[in-house]
């Protein structure tokens, strides 16, 4: 919840992250139904490229029999001449890339209107911006409110390419325990915690991780959300990788245990998992150093949740990279029971307070 609120954007914080204990903090986005304003305007990091790849399974894996999407031959005898991006595919990115903010949506209710104002390609990279256009109690349900926003999709260049009048469904604060649980410390008042910055109009754009400075030796992150683990994606990924270990996509001898529960999930994959899990904090990343020390405790199962955490460990300014420092962080990867599964040291090399590309970039 923020520590003040307005009707003007600039003078609210929203902190990114709840203290639940000494020295440890966990992620925590999305604003509640009290927080928007009508006429709030946000910038949704980051973005997202779309590939001829992404197109063409959006297209095939839900039957489209438009052939402009996945007929290069074709499609270079239209006006188009390249492949066209499917609608549908971009507005599900456009509505994912804003889910930061709108985090603590329950449903969407409906889309008033989506409008398609310009075509995406291949290749093109794509941004989300929103505005609150209205907002009202729900007399069907006391615990949320009607939070109606304008979704516009806008390219590297600034072209618009959709804008969508949708309609949210946003717990109300008081009851935001249901996804949140309490803080037993209180707000978090830390600019350095902020889960926005704020432009010269107003508006209010979306920080992605924290700088070398923001970190403290001794400060655990815990990073949420989790994330279900499908046996699905580790054959996907195994097989990928060229990895023909019958026990992980042979369910015939794959058994986790010897005792009939299934394939293993593979343990490269958790890896990866868990490392993906610590970007939200650890964003402003250069670079992976090396990993240490990596201990697999505990196997996975299909359906299986994995939530992470880090500690930094250490800290020290790079001597070869004066723009960026060096931070030695030790991150855990536990299941649904809170049982240890995997954790590994890892060296990083961060961006420091006011370089990096993020400007530039739109960031």
């Given at each position: 919840m923020p520590v003040q609120q307005s009707a003007v954007s600039k003078t609210a914080f929203y902190p990114a992250y709840l203290q639940v204990g000494k020295n440890r903090f966990r992620e925590d986005r999305g604003l509640a139904f009290e927080d928007f304003v009508?006429?709030?305007?946000?910038?949704?990091?980051?973005?997202?490229?779309?590939?001829?790849?992404?197109?063409?399974?959006?297209?095939?894996?839900?039957?489209?029999?438009?052939?402009?999407?996945?007929?290069?031959?074709?499609?270079?005898?239209?006006?188009?001449?390249?492949?066209?991006g499917v609608s549908t595919l971009t507005i599900q990115r456009v509505v994912g890339m804003a889910s930061k903010t709108y985090l603590r949506r329950q449903?969407?209710?409906?889309?008033?209107?989506?409008?398609?104002?310009?075509?995406?390609?291949?290749?093109?990279?794509?941004?989300?911006?929103?505005?609150?256009?209205?907002?009202a109690d729900c007399p069907a349900n006391p615990e949320v409110g009607v939070v109606t926003v304008c979704l516009a999709g806008v390219k590297q260049d600034g072209t618009v390419v959709t804008k969508i009048k949708a309609q949210f469904l946003i717990y109300k604060r008081r009851d935001d325990s249901k996804l949140v649980p309490q803080p037993e410390f209180g707000p978090l008042t830390d600019v350095r915690f902020s889960a926005y910055r704020t432009l010269p109009d107003g508006t209010l754009i979306e920080e992605v991780g924290l700088f070398f400075e923001d970190f403290t030796v001794g400060n655990v992150f815990e990073h949420r959300p989790g994330k279900t683990i499908f046996a699905a994606e580790s054959i996907q990924h195994t097989l990928r990788s060229l990895d023909l270990t019958p026990h992980y996509s042979d369910i015939t001898c794959g058994q986790s245990s010897g005792k009939g529960d299934g394939l293993r999930i593979s343990e490269t994959f958790l890896v990866g998992v868990l490392t993906a899990l610590t970007t939200r904090t650890l964003g402003k990343v250069v670079a992976n150093l090396g990993w240490t020390d990596i201990k697999i405790l505990k196997s996975m199962k299909d359906r299986d949740v994995m939530y992470a955490e880090s500690e930094i460990i250490s800290g020290r300014l790079s001597k070869s990279r004066p723009t960026q420092g060096i931070l030695s962080v030790t991150s855990r990867g536990l299941d649904q029971h809170g049982e240890l599964v995997l954790s590994y040291n890892r060296a990083l090399l961060v961006y420091r307070k006011g370089y990096g590309p993020y400007q530039a970039a739109g960031y």
């Open positions: 009508v006429g709030q305007k946000f910038k949704h990091r980051p973005g997202v490229t779309i590939t001829q790849q992404d197109n063409e399974e959006e297209a095939l894996d839900t039957v489209n029999a438009a052939q402009l999407h996945y007929d290069s031959n074709y499609a270079s005898k239209t006006e188009w001449v390249k492949n066209l449903s969407i209710l409906g889309f008033l209107d989506i409008a398609m104002t310009h075509p995406v390609f291949g290749g093109d990279t794509l941004y989300t911006e929103s505005e609150i256009l209205g907002k």
